[in-house]
């Protein structure tokens, strides 16, 4: 599997989490955990049954490999690698600086980033190109449900309040995709749907969050 992730590298005294950070209570839930180990199961099949036709369109449709990896933050600022279907052309990661970013804060968004490959923009308007990452719900880097899992460029911005949002793990899904997914684009909304998430949680609102993407992403509501 090659990885297509920048080589910059960011110090790493800037991503240092405040001390007092500490895990939400979500984190222990045994509930929660089993909810993403059986979803992720039931995911991974559904992605082994996909995997050869989605494979084939993509590199018939631009040349470069299957998987993007990238390094990513999750639980109190814990880097892991994170795997997706690839979305872009293979050198998306050096044309960045040629996009403009229609978002505010500290994300990157273009609604026509054309970087985006024409298979890249089914797979990322039905959420096809996330099912990788149903691999890193099972070994317990992400959860089902959780906060979106900022870049090294990101939490190397952060400022002190950010940091709460990674009281968690990161979500395949949270708030911010029940939300208005990609039109969501000013970095402080989803710091507020991430701490609204913390806020409201309990061993069942995960399901009613599952349940909710499932409608947004059949009804294609904010994706493009």
């Given at each position: 599997?090659?990885?297509?992730f920048p080589?910059?590298?960011?110090?790493?005294?800037?991503?240092?989490p405040?001390?007092?950070?500490?895990?939400?209570?979500?984190?222990?839930?045994?509930?929660k955990?089993?909810?993403?180990?059986?979803?992720?199961?039931?995911?991974?099949?559904?992605?082994?049954i996909?995997?050869?036709?989605?494979?084939l369109a993509?590199?018939l449709?631009?040349?470069?490999?299957?998987?993007?990896?990238?390094?990513?933050?999750?639980?109190?600022?814990?880097?892991?690698?994170?795997?997706?279907?690839?979305?872009?052309v293979?050198?998306?990661?050096?044309?960045?600086?040629?996009v403009?970013n229609?978002?505010?804060g500290?994300?990157?968004?273009?609604?026509?980033?054309?970087?985006v490959?024409?298979i890249?923009?089914?797979?990322?308007?039905?959420?096809?190109?996330e099912?990788?990452?149903?691999?890193?719900?099972?070994?317990?880097?992400?959860?089902?449900?959780?906060?979106?899992?900022?870049?090294?460029?990101?939490?190397?911005?952060?400022?002190?309040?950010?940091?709460?949002?990674l009281?968690?793990?990161?979500?395949?899904t949270?708030?911010?995709?029940?939300?208005?997914?990609?039109?969501?684009?000013?970095?402080?909304?989803?710091?507020?749907?991430?701490?609204r998430?913390?806020?409201?949680?309990?061993?069942f609102?995960?399901?009613?969050?599952?349940?909710?993407?499932?409608?947004?992403?059949l009804?294609?509501?904010?994706?493009?």
């Open positions: 599997m090659q990885s297509t080589t910059a590298t960011v110090n790493p005294l800037l991503l240092a405040p001390t007092l950070q500490v895990p939400h209570r979500s984190v222990n839930s045994i509930f955990r089993l909810l993403d180990i059986a979803g992720s199961l039931i995911g991974l099949i559904i992605l082994g996909l995997f050869i036709p989605l494979a993509i590199k449709d631009s040349p470069g490999p299957i998987f993007y990896a990238q390094e990513r933050y999750g639980l109190l600022g814990r880097p892991f690698r994170i795997y997706k279907f690839r979305s872009m293979q050198n998306a990661d050096a044309l960045k600086a040629q403009k229609e978002a505010s500290l994300i990157f968004k273009n609604q026509d980033d054309p970087r490959t024409k890249g923009r089914f797979l990322r308007r039905s959420s096809l190109d099912f990788p990452q149903f691999w890193n719900v099972l070994i317990g880097e992400m959860s089902l449900v959780g906060t979106r899992p900022p870049t090294a460029d990101e939490v190397s911005r952060y400022d002190s309040h950010h940091w709460q949002r009281n968690v793990k990161p979500g395949m949270g708030e911010w995709q029940v939300n208005g997914r990609s039109t969501v684009k000013d970095f402080e909304d989803i710091v507020k749907l991430d701490l998430y913390q806020d409201q949680w309990h061993p609102y995960d399901l009613a969050l599952i349940a909710r993407t499932v409608y947004v992403i009804a294609k509501v904010g994706a493009f």
